[in-house]
């Protein structure tokens, strides 16, 4: 069982993570020239933001688990973020429209 002092290593390494910053760096950067793209306000973007960074953390999950090594940069998988992140947005501005809520 890790100590506690290890569990505060652990988390302090994965919260200044270069990787992870450039994770979502890149999915908000993707997030914001979409909500340029496709319109619809501050209030749209911050759902295009989630949207994002949730499609990011899954392209970036198939990449690894795919083992796609090309269009790496450190451990990000580039290509298949921002792939994610735009289908993922898409798939949000499809059925969570602002002001309406999640649909039901």
Same mark, same amino acid.
């Given at each position: 069982m890790p100590t506690v002092d290890q569990l505060l290593d652990m988390a302090i390494d994965v919260i200044f993570s270069p990787s992870l910053w450039l994770g979502?760096?890149?999915a908000l950067v993707c997030s914001v020239l979409f909500a340029i793209w496709r319109g619809g306000g501050l209030r749209?973007?911050?759902q295009d933001a989630v949207a994002g960074l949730a499609g990011f953390? !899954?392209?970036q999950y198939g990449g690894s688990w795919l083992q796609l090594d090309w269009q790496q940069?450190?451990?990000v998988h580039l290509l298949w973020g921002i792939a994610g992140a735009l289908a993922?947005?898409?798939?949000a501005r499809r059925f969570w429209r602002p002001g309406?809520? !999640?649909p039901p």
């Open positions: 979502i760096a890149t749209q973007w911050s953390a !899954l392209g940069v450190g451990q993922m947005m898409l798939l309406h809520g !999640l």
